[in-house]
């Protein structure tokens, strides 16, 4: 008899010892791109010879609605920025210039009427993008746009560029931010 209970208090004890809690954690690696729309008209205040263009555009984005965070099970814990965020024209041509160009980035939610302004940046500083730069890195300009993506992924993000050129700009703009996502799945089953 003694040895029958021992054998079941054993196989119980194994059976405890044994359940890990099982790792629920995903990492998620994507790339957030997204093409914003340009339009351009002639600068009537240039000072210039040549003819001088101002250009905008506007996009607007949720990451909680984006097909990557659809992929990643469970609920976001963390969003991380990967290396070599970019905003680029690739459709420059050899004599075409752009000599100024600002990124403003706000948020809001699905239920407020107006974007709060994260921040406005000079992607430039005295530089330009012609054929041979297209590009801009934006890793370090992004923190506070990461920021509100790890606060709420479902916030609508609204990228705004503005900027002179000396052509008329007709193509997009090209945003493209590496992230991994961090996500943790919660199961209601019990494992062994």
């Not at 506070?144 to 992924?153: C, F, G, V």
């Amino acid at each position: 008899m003694k040895f029958k209970n021992l054998f079941w208090i054993g196989l119980l004890l194994l059976s405890v010892l044994s359940c890990e809690e099982p790792d629920t954690t995903y990492l998620t690696e994507t790339d957030l791109s997204i093409d914003i729309p340009l339009t351009s008209h002639v600068n009537t205040l240039s000072q210039s010879v040549m003819e001088s263009y101002n250009f905008n555009g506007i996009a607007i984005f949720c990451l909680g609605y984006d097909d990557a965070l659809k992929n990643c099970p469970g609920d976001v814990i963390q969003i991380t920025p990967g290396s070599r965020s970019l905003l680029s024209f690739e459709a420059l041509q050899s004599s075409e210039t752009i000599d100024q160009l600002e990124l403003s980035i706000s948020y809001k939610t699905q239920n407020e009427a107006e974007y709060k302004q994260i921040g406005s940046i000079d992607l430039l500083q005295g530089s330009f993008l012609n054929s041979e730069t297209y590009m801009v890195e934006l890793d370090d300009a992004l923190a506070t746009l990461i920021n509100r993506l790890n606060e709420n992924p479902r916030y609508y993000i609204s990228l705004e560029i503005s900027g002179s050129a000396n052509f008329n700009i007709d193509s997009d703009a090209r945003f493209s931010v590496p992230l991994v996502i961090e996500s943790e799945y919660h199961s209601p089953r019990f494992t062994l």
